[in-house]
């Protein structure tokens, strides 16, 4: 069973430049989540998918999108960036929800300059 | 409000119990849980506990529920070094997306 798994795992982006990150989700899990994690901060809720809708968002602006592919992996887009955009983006999948226990990958760290 | 509050560092000896605490505002939460986050990693599942329950023990941790006071804590028995790492309750079940709402995590370290 292979875990949740992100690439990449270190970028940097100049301001005003466009970014794709992706997910690839754990086997069985319908359901993924985006998260940034701020140095020194706990992640925040970015939006969530579900059979490849969003299915929640939470305070980020319009420029973050995402998509959610056929075989459940993902992609979290940012527009126009900016130095604040600068963070650990977490993905987290799970079995759907109210099933317990999301599964967290390792992360991209993203730096805008 | 969303807030999950914990403390920010706690500092115990190799060997003694670790007691790591946290409030959540949101009496309607579903599951409520504990991550570890080691340096320059992404968050490892470490427990969680059900709302209908007080107490649930895995190994070395007990997890704490008080519903009144909307407090839970994780207890580490026997704490190593290895267990040096911050650590973030969250709880989860409002609305539609099971969305987790993070604490901002408590830096645990553990000295010889």
């Known amino acids: 069973e292979t875990g949740v798994t992100q690439s990449p795992t270190h970028l940097i982006k100049t301001r005003g430049q466009q970014v794709t990150l992706r997910c690839s989700s754990q086997?069985?899990?319908?359901?993924v989540s985006w998260y940034q994690q701020a140095l020194g901060q706990g992640p925040q809720f970015i939006f969530q998918?579900?059979?490849?809708?969003?299915?929640g968002r939470g305070n980020f602006p319009p420029r973050f999108s995402g998509l959610q592919f056929p075989n459940y992996s993902s992609e979290l887009n940012v527009n126009a960036l900016e130095l604040d955009d600068s963070a650990l983006y977490l993905c987290?999948?799970?079995?759907?929800?109210?099933?317990?226990?999301?599964?967290f990958g390792s992360g991209t760290r993203l730096t805008v300059v | 409000g969303e807030d999950v509050e914990q403390s920010l560092f706690l500092s115990v000896r190799e060997g003694d119990s670790s007691v790591i605490n946290c409030t959540y505002t949101?009496?309607?939460?579903?599951?409520l849980y504990w991550y570890k986050q080691e340096p320059g990693a992404g968050l490892q599942l470490l427990t969680y506990?059900?709302?209908?329950?007080d107490m649930k023990q895995d190994q070395r941790l007990t997890v704490l529920l008080n519903k009144k006071d909307k407090h839970l804590s994780l207890r580490i028995a026997d704490t190593q070094t290895g267990d040096s790492a911050i650590y973030f309750c969250?709880?989860?079940?409002?609305?539609?997306?099971?969305?987790?709402?993070f604490g901002t995590g408590t830096r645990l370290q553990v000295f010889p």
């Open positions: 987290a999948s799970s079995l759907g929800r109210g099933r317990p226990g999301y599964t």
């Open positions: 086997s069985g899990h319908n359901t």
């Open positions: 998918y579900y059979r490849e809708e969003e299915n």
């Open positions: 949101d009496s309607s939460s579903t599951y």
């Open positions: 506990i059900f709302s209908n329950m």
């Open positions: 969250a709880e989860s079940g409002r609305g539609n997306t099971d969305k987790l709402i």
